[in-house]
């Protein structure tokens, strides 16, 4: 398969565009679980679901 000058690098940019929002997204879940309101939401409903106090 030849591929064609002007796509050269295209994947490349495809997996750093990937990278990158998944960073992004990290980021973003790391700002929400700081949260004191989601953590304890998150810890209340993990203990529910165990049937701890």
């Known amino acids: 398969m030849k591929i064609i000058n002007s796509e050269r690098g295209a994947i490349t940019a495809e997996y750093a565009i990937a ?3 998944g960073v992004a997204f990290a980021g973003l879940m790391l700002l929400v679980m700081r949260s004191e309101e989601v953590r304890s939401l998150l810890f209340g409903l993990v203990a ?3 049937g701890v106090g």
């Open 19 to 21: 990278t990158l929002a």
């Open 48 to 50: 529910r679901a165990l």
